[in-house]
């Protein structure tokens, strides 16, 4: 199986840099499972609605949040209408949404996709050990799933990794969102899962964290905050992991960076023929 | 001038990563200037006076530090005779060592090389950009010195990026540490500083941040300590960046990672014909 | 009903405090109940079961604990054979020990005593909010228990205030620890629970949060680590807060500070002819 | 000299408290400097020149800030003309305003006022214990000035003590701000500087923090904002300290703290004939 991870969507840059090239590689690349990080799709904060239906349009099979999830009021609406939205699933009870679903790929395949945020360096929530164990415990691979990807949503690389540990050998996919930078350290965990600290962000690179620079730069050295944080409006990387899954596992055989466009060094899965 | 960093060395596997591999890099790339992040060299945990020599003795021209510069308290006492050593600019008046040196470089060029550590998510210090910005007006590039090199040892990526972006055509090269993960966004700033968030770490990847994996993930798990952090002994991969300058502006022409041995995927300067 | 609750008692002073003073506050003032938190007890850093039953010894009917509860090891064990020993409920799932216990009061009542960790400014647990809550809710005040106390072991006076409204009307008292300074805002809830923000610390006053000053002082300072920290030994002052409560509905009728001696400005309720 | 200091003035509950009472307070005590934290005073955030023009009409010789000095950006303006308003002294070099002042008291002595920032669980500024050790060199106890005193604007106890013993001998009071909740360990330090760890809030008590309670509540349990924070307006109690210093020495030879009005214990100095 053919998965596509795209790391976070920032604002109106990111969002292009989604529907001007995933059609094309979801043909191209003949990707089964395409899941979108798209916690700061909304100019930077949140999701709306009318762009959670841009990025399924686009050739999303699901969308994950994070800390942000609430950002735009209406996601805690309309969520519970939009069946391939995901948000943490260390959220209280009683939060809208769901933390986990079981997708439908593309070859029809099912997909579980959990979404999780770290509590190190962050607002806490509970335990994410806990709740990615509950969700993989529920629907197990290859039982119940034919592949699982898991969005660990935090600050630390420490907990990110030690989550990859954790579900290494029971998840297709572990991937980090958050830190907006993609990390080179993709790789196949011991038990067959692949793992990657950061996706990095789909936005614009000559700016701070996908934001246009001088108002965090001010911010920085004054302690003063003298504006609202803008999205940066150049042109967008493209930034996630490819993997390819073995269809009798569900584990990952290949894992790689794919970074298009804008101003990163560029990068596509060799064994897709990229 | 041809430059090397190498992102922090994390125990034994990390120095022998050095020692195998930096000689020959020096020889067959014909380094100028080797900077190494030496603060978890010393069983993940600081520096001591003999494997300060050694990385000096295996090619480094300088060794940066981080948060903890002081694991090891010998470190206080030899750091004043270790004109090579270079701990964070921000500390507070009357801490041993200095948080910049220019030091001569293996081509004769004078290199300023600073440190500096962030203050989101850390144990605060005084103004990292307010003190990079005092060493870079002490030392300005081209006319008091021939490359700057700036580690900044931070948490978060905005504020990695915010210093970048503040020394943008100031410096050769700004670079993270501290994350122990490399990531993937190496580039040229618009004022023509390299720029990369994190070099990643010079130590085994089948860990969790250079540490073995079981009681990092128990910790996770039960909130409870129940042994020390021990230094992950797999093979590691020597992990940095390279940096080409133009001689006249000090500036890069060139940036590409650097990822040598290990799990990690491998990365070296197609510039310097590797 | 007549009930104590002591703060955080720190190393030796503070257990000299608790000796000297319980076992005639305790008779002077017909005590039906007794709770000290001893997550400091034991040099500034955790309990023994040596320890703990001193505490017992003197009068406490329950010990709780607190962010320190783990600090001497060997609590882990002898927590499950302590039945009057309670840490914090919101641990993880397979922690030794209890969050909550009903203890036989010295007047043969039964009392609910629950521990909780804030999550504000802490290393985070599960959510204090609903962990309290099913305590609340599994042992209700009146039905299953005569009284009903909650030590809320908060850095955030904000979170420690939300705890004490969440349970107003459900507990006798909502009692603060771990910042070791008593508040003045002792007082009764609309719904009649007593609340105030921090018992205080039962240790030596002329101290650093009852650890002798010089070494978190220069630590400040210097940001360096020099020594260990060690509890400071001069007269400790036995801080915490009196509640009667009324017998047909369990909340609270009167509250009142309590410190006697050391250095703080003594008080003691007036409404026990103290 | 007699000195009051009022804590954190929250709203216009926390305002009424003020003009009510401090008119006749600066008469029946017959004070001769009163200090008052206007961090707050603007709904909750920040200060108005109308606001501050308000509370030094009361009878305040100098007003406070703290994290929220500039939450109405016009405080950063009208500071410049307003010679009685103190900004914490550890913002970085070109902030707006004064972090300390020497200001005339009501009887014709010289005050020093100094601001400072705590860094522990706090956005972090320069070095708190670096900039009032500049402040009180600068203008020394007795020689330029006969009375000092420091608002330490801090959120850790352990912070405002280590503040505390640095000053001790060097200033009249050092006392916190910042929790809210006024603390009672009010004490005159070895050295003879009175103490206390918080002056509290003078605001509703009936609320957290001085904030209505049910949007914070709510944001405890679920995670996600739903509301504006507004101040409570219910009856608010006026908190702080009073000082009475030896006229030689500038040292404290009484403190005691002050609690009027709304719902805390109410206390008043004794030694004022109170
Ligand atoms: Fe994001
Ligand atoms: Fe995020
Ligand atoms: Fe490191
Ligand atoms: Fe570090
Ligand atoms: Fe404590
Ligand atoms: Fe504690
Ligand atoms: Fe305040
Ligand atoms: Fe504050």
Redesign the interface.
């Known amino acids: 199986m053919r998965i596509l991870f795209v790391g976070d969507v920032v604002g109106r840059a990111g969002r292009s840099a989604v529907s001007d090239n995933l059609p094309g590689l979801v043909r191209d690349w003949a990707l089964d499972l395409v899941i979108v990080n798209g916690e700061n799709a909304a100019g930077g904060f949140g999701i709306t609605e009318a762009i959670y239906q841009e990025l399924v349009d686009a050739g999303a099979d699901a969308v994950t949040l994070g800390n942000h999830s ?1 950002d735009q009021r209406e996601a ?1 609406v309309f969520i519970e209408r939009a069946p391939r939205l995901v948000r943490p699933a260390n ?5 809208p949404g769901r933390g986990a679903a079981l997708i439908d790929a593309k070859n029809g395949a099912r997909a579980l996709v959990v979404n999780v945020l770290g ?1 190190v ?1 962050m ?5 994410p ?2 709740a990615v164990g509950r969700e993989l415990g529920a629907c197990p691979l290859r039982e119940a799933a034919d592949a699982v990807v898991v969005d660990v949503h935090c ?5 990110k ?2 989550l990859g ?2 579900c290494d050998g029971r998840a297709s996919l572990v991937v980090g969102t958050h ?9 196949i965990l ?1 038990g067959g899962t692949a793992y990657m ?2 996706a ?1 962000m789909t936005g614009d ?5 996908g934001m246009q ?1 001088d108002e ?2 001010r911010r ?6 003298s504006a609202r944080f803008e999205p940066a409006m150049g042109e967008a990387t493209l930034s996630g992991v490819a993997v390819e899954t073995d269809d009798a596992s569900g584990l990952a055989v290949k894992v790689a ?1 794919v ?1 298009i466009g804008g ?3 560029p ?1 596509r899965p060799s064994f897709w023929g990229a």
Do not use: C, M, N
């Open positions: 609430w805690l959220y209280p009870a009683g939060t509590r360096f607002t806490p929530f509970d335990d050990f806990a600050e630390a690389s420490s907990e990794q030690g540990y954790f830190t907006h930078v993609p990390t080179a350290d993709h790789q011991p600290t950061d990095g690179y000559d700016s701070i964290i620079k965090p730069l920085f050295q004054s302690g003063i905050p960076p970074r101003r990163l060094s990068a």
